[in-house]
């Protein structure tokens, strides 16, 4: 059985892009698949071959040590293929690559966007630090076999340093979306939804904001806060009377969290790595069956009012957020319309069982290169 090795530093065990959509595929696709990542002990869940990597009390620490543990585990399964997920494995791909190996990086972000926002450091560093990680990546990944991107303007980067680069988006998956789906019930409470990583660039200050404009409206909110004073600040607003706060939460609670929605919310700030992305919790809201209510990026809004799946706002502006949900709740006709188009789109377009043969095809495309090679060697 040919063997295949996803790591990651960064994300947690049982990530949706990592371990659900890729790793899962490609194990019910009959490979062997191990996933290094940190967890509490070696375990096979749903075919792929867990190997734990420590947990780590810090940034520095992950950066610098945990690629080291994750190499020393990764060159033990001997595997055809390794797929990277985190930017700072990149270095390791680098000695895979020179130890002969077939090297996948999967690019979720773009990075160099990504750092201009980060909150620890000043601008002068991050715009320093963005540049120099952008000639790195530039100059470390057109030496990788394959390049996989989380979306269309990832891919347009990529392909200019890697030809071998593949758009493979993060879509929800059906199967789940199937469940969500027959759990909607059109007698809910004036709920809407917002389910991720809770932080200031993700708008979560408009929103709470919003829930000020407008009445008789409560926010379901899931999701870790980025940090304890931002979860202080936001806790200490108006509009916080109006949220049910869940904290972290499993898949199961998530599709509860949305079968109780009358909406999905995704207001991300106009940030540079925002605004050509491609947030999977927006298409899960649409496959869900729920309007949405997002950004008014170019992109979004292509997704969005193409298909009338939901409304568009300046998400800087909580009157017009607010705005968007009473129409949702006032409207429920339209709203019901509304999230059976995005439910329609999701399961024509937007689904990962469609997407993932884009990563099968590339895998074949590169065990099939692999075995040339082999046989080449052989006769000569």
């Known amino acids: 059985m040919i063997k295949l090795c996803h790591i990651t530093t960064v994300h947690p065990s049982f990530d ?32 792929v071959h867990i190997l734990p990597l ?26 055809s293929i390794y797929h990277l997920h ?43 630090l ?4 952008s000639i790195f990546e530039k100059y470390s990944c057109r030496y990788f076999d394959g390049i996989v991107c989380a979306t269309p303007s990832i891919t347009e980067k990529f392909l200019k340093i890697n030809p071998n680069s593949v758009n493979v988006n ?16 059109e007698n809910k409470m004036n709920e809407i939804c917002y389910i991720g990583g809770i932080s200031q660039i993700r708008g979560i200050t408009e929103l709470i904001k919003a829930l000020e404009f407008v009445d008789n409206v409560r926010l379901n909110l899931a999701g870790n806060f980025e940090s304890a004073e931002l ?79 939901g409304i568009c706002v300046d998400p800087l502006n909580p009157k017009e957020i607010a705005d968007a949900i009473r129409y949702i709740i006032e409207h429920p006709e339209e709203a019901k319309k509304m999230g059976e188009n995005g439910r329609r789109v999701v399961l024509e377009k937007y689904n990962w069982e469609k997407e993932s043969k884009k990563l099968l095809d590339l895998y074949k495309e590169l065990l099939k290169r692999e075995i040339k090679v082999y046989i080449k060697n052989f006769l000569e």
């Open 86 to 128: 985190d930017p700072e494995l990149i270095p390791i791909g680098l000695i895979l690559k020179l130890l002969g190996k077939n090297v996948i990086f999967d690019s979720h972000e773009d990075v160099p966007l990504q750092l201009l926002s980060k909150p620890y450091l000043n601008r002068f560093a991050l715009r320093m």
């Open 16 to 47: 949706v892009r990592i371990f659900h959509k890729e790793c899962k595929t490609l194990a019910k696709s009959g490979y062997y698949v191990y996933l290094i990542v940190q967890h509490h002990k070696e375990e096979v869940i749903d075919g």
């Open 170 to 185: 993060n879509y929800p998956l059906l199967e789940e979306s199937k469940f969500l789906y027959h759990n909607y019930n």
């Open 231 to 309: 979860e202080k600040r936001i806790k200490g607003m108006k509009g916080w009377k109006k949220v049910n706060y869940y904290g972290f939460v499993g898949r199961e609670n998530v599709y509860e969290i949305m079968a109780r929605s009358k909406a999905g919310v995704v207001i991300f700030s106009p940030l540079p790595n925002h605004i050509n992305s491609q947030p999977n919790k927006m298409f899960e809201y649409m496959s869900a069956g729920l309007p949405v209510i997002t950004s008014n990026f170019p992109l979004w809004r292509e997704i969005v009012e193409r298909d009338n799946c």
């Open 54 to 79: 420590p947990k780590v009390g810090s940034r520095l620490e992950r950066v610098i040590k945990q690629p080291w543990r994750a190499l020393r585990l990764a060159l033990k399964t001997n595997s």
């Open 130 to 133: 963005s540049q120099v990680f």
